[in-house]
């Protein structure tokens, strides 16, 4: 029933928090100027709880609704936004616990920084460089769970060869179309917010696909630095990821052999993660 979330519920702290069912809030991503990740934040009304603090949009879970759900239903109330402009990239408690109340963040991305109607929650909605959201007066919570939901600049590697060929669509019969298809699958997609497990979240600032053989004909991509391997795409791909970043390493395959060779801080995104992505 909508609205049969709304009231005050204590958490595992002793503190008092909103929503019967838990509460959940929509941590939107898209690319600003020159590609930086910008996200969008709510100043919060100055009768609302730590009113005067900035937050993302969100809101009691009715009993019918997952975190999902309430996140997006919030976000469009709050600030207009439209459910089919909003792509969800994961969801995580960062506050209260299982058995109890709890707070979700879903984090999801946008192709472009979408125009916003603000409703009475809010003194303004704003779209700002992620870099500058720490400095921020932050409500407590959100300023608590910052830290591990902000991006790290992504280098994305892709191991063009094992990721066409974990799609049976008879990429063999033409591997350089079948490149093409793949990469621009892949640039529709970009830039996006990837989870990386425990290294939290990255921004796609690079990405890198190394082609082989015959697919080495597929053209140059504008969001996509196509290398050509001049032998082993497993050489050209360790070599890549040993290069200097400022940021984290992922690369997309299933090659055992190939993982065993990349630095020890690198993440591995299967093939088949990525295909969910297209």
């Not at 409500?139 to 066409?164: E, K, S, Y």
């Not at 190394?210 to 697919?215: D, F, H, I, L, S």
Request: hydrophobic share 40%.
């Amino acid at each position: 029933m909508r609205g049969d979330g709304d009231g005050w519920a204590f958490g595992p702290d002793g503190r008092r928090h909103w929503g019967l069912y838990g509460a959940a809030g929509l941590l939107l991503r898209a690319p600003g100027r020159g590609g930086r990740p910008h996200v969008l934040l709510q100043h919060r009304a100055a009768w609302s709880h730590e009113g005067g603090t900035w937050s993302i949009p969100g809101g009691a879970r009715d009993s019918h609704e997952d975190a999902v759900a309430a996140a997006v239903r919030e976000a469009h109330e709050e600030c207009g936004l439209p459910a089919e402009r909003i792509a969800v990239r994961s969801d995580l408690r960062t506050a209260g616990d299982e058995d109890g109340w709890s707070y979700t963040t879903v984090v999801a991305d946008a192709d472009e920084p979408l125009a916003t109607v603000a409703n009475h929650e809010s003194v303004e909605l704003a779209w700002l460089p992620e870099d500058e959201v720490a400095g921020l007066l932050l409500h407590h919570a959100f300023g608590d769970a910052w830290p591990g939901l902000r991006t790290r600049p992504l280098r994305l590697i892709v191991d063009m060869a094992n990721l066409v060929g974990s799609r049976p669509d008879g990429w063999w019969r033409d591997r350089a179309g079948a490149a093409e298809r793949m990469l621009d699958a892949l640039e529709r997609g970009l830039p996006r917010t990837v989870a990386l497990g425990s290294a939290g979240f990255g921004w796609t600032t690079q990405v890198i696909a190394v082609t082989e053989g015959k697919a080495r004909a597929a053209g140059d991509r504008g969001a996509i630095d196509v290398v050509r391997a001049p032998g082993s795409g497993d050489d050209t791909i360790a070599q890549c990821a040993e290069g200097l970043w400022e940021g984290v390493t992922a690369v997309v395959t299933a090659d055992r052999g190939l993982r065993a060779r990349l630095p020890a801080d690198a993440e591995v995104i299967s093939p088949g993660r990525v295909l969910g992505w297209l």
